[in-house]
C-alpha cells in the first residue's frame, strides 16, 4: 500500500490547522507558504476535506478553512481514508467489494486480513492531537539505527 501525495499533503494540511486552531478560518494563502504546497493542489485536497465534512470553509474578509472538530477528535485514518478511499491492501478487502470466488481457499487472504487489520489499528491509535504536538509515536522506527524506539 503506497499513500499517495494528496493523502500526505492532506495529514499535513490538517495539522497545520490544528497546531494554529483558534476558532478562527486560517487563510489558504497561508497554510499553502508554510506547508511549501501549491495553492491550487491545497484546493483540491481542502475540497474533498470539506466534502467529508472534516473541515469547514468560510468566503470573503476573514475566510478560510478550519477544523469542524477538537484535534484530538481525529484520527490518522479517518483523514487517509477520506483522501485515499480504501486503505486495503488488497481489493477483495475493499469495503463493497464482490466476494472473491478463491476467498475459501486463498492461502494469503489471513495475510491480507491481518496486515489490513494492523494498518487500521495503528492509524486509529494516532490522533491529530498527537501529530501536531509532534510528539513520539508507539513503536515508531529511529531513522538511524531502523529500531523501534522503546
Known sequence: MMISTKGRYALRLMIDLAQHNTGDCVPLKEITRRQGISEKYVEAIV?????????A????????????????????????????GSLAPVTCLESGAPPCFRAASCTTLPLWR???????????GITLADLAAGKPLPGELDSKEGEAKA
Request: charged fraction near 25%; charge should be positive; include cysteine.
Open 114 to 124: 491481518q496486515l489490513h487489520s494492523a494498518i487500521r489499528h495503528c492509524l486509529e
Open 47 to 55: 475540497a474533498v476535506l470539506v466534502k467529508g465534512r472534516l473541515i
Open 57 to 84: 470553509g468560510q468566503r470573503g474578509k476573514g475566510g478560510g478553512y478550519r477544523l469542524t472538530r477538537l484535534p484530538d477528535a481525529y484520527t490518522a485514518w479517518e483523514i487517509l481514508e477520506q483522501m485515499e
